[in-house]
């Protein structure tokens, strides 16, 4: 296990995970403002709520999306839809400063051009977890996935491209940035269950935006 427990919370520093993995430590911090308020304006219009998966599980992390689709779960199974399935309306849109973050954040990493049309927002209360799973109900695997942190600190799984690979575990803090693709676009990720705590701006949550471009 990389023990990153003794670096300095929100200083910028890059760490390779893997061959095109890379956590960007601190990268989001200088705009957790606008990223906050544009989270609040998002579940206003498209609230949280617990998805169940085609196996009739109830999922721990609250999820919404903003985006032209979202990504959705119930028992016929995982898709993109362009429609909330809870109001009958289209998903808000992605804010610029969403678009704008997983622009820079993908291009820091190693990935030019990155225009995402899906941000699945993840909310872990104390407890939550998502078990060890592949990004890939994208048609597009060229697209690197750009994941961000805000909140309570969580600790972050990162294997190789078969679910039995062993798993490295990583602290992901308040404004840290993760993208993975190229080699490790399909590699296998997860989140242990959340610790409980209170973050100064966020309570006793943690945030977690994933941007996908999905074809
Ligand atoms: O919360 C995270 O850090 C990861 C989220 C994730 O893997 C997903 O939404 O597919
Ligand atoms: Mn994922």
Not at 11 to 17: A, G, K
Not at 83 to 98: C, R, T
Not at 99 to 108: E, Q, Y
Not at 178 to 191: C, I, K, M, T
Request: proline content about 7%; some cysteine.
């Amino acid at each position: 296990m990389m023990d990153l427990f003794d670096a300095v919370e929100g200083e910028p520093r890059d760490i390779q995970l893997a061959p095109g993995a890379m956590l960007l430590a601190g990268f989001a911090r200088p705009i957790e403002t606008p990223l906050i308020e544009s989270v609040n304006a998002i579940i206003n219009r498209a609230p949280f709520r617990h998805l169940i998966t085609p196996g009739d599980h109830r999922m721990s992390v609250a999820m919404t999306n903003c985006g032209r689709v979202g990504w959705v779960s119930d028992r016929t199974g995982y898709r993109y839809d362009a429609i909330d399935p809870d109001s009958g309306n289209p998903w808000p849109q992605m804010p610029a400063v969403f678009a704008d973050l997983a622009l820079r954040a993908a291009a820091r990493a190693g990935f030019a051009d990155f225009r995402p049309d899906a941000c699945l927002i993840n909310r872990y209360d104390p407890g939550a977890k998502l078990s060890l799973h592949q990004d890939k109900d994208e048609l597009d695997f060229n697209a690197p996935i750009v994941s961000v942190s805000l909140g309570l600190v969580a600790t972050f799984l990162f294997g190789g491209l078969n679910r039995s690979d062993k798993t490295a575990r990583y602290r992901l803090v308040h404004g840290d940035v993760v993208a993975w693709g190229g080699p490790s676009r399909l590699a296998y990720h997860g989140v242990m269950p959340l610790a409980d705590g209170e973050h100064p701006l966020l309570g006793a949550q943690r945030i977690n935006l994933t941007f996908r471009k999905t074809r």
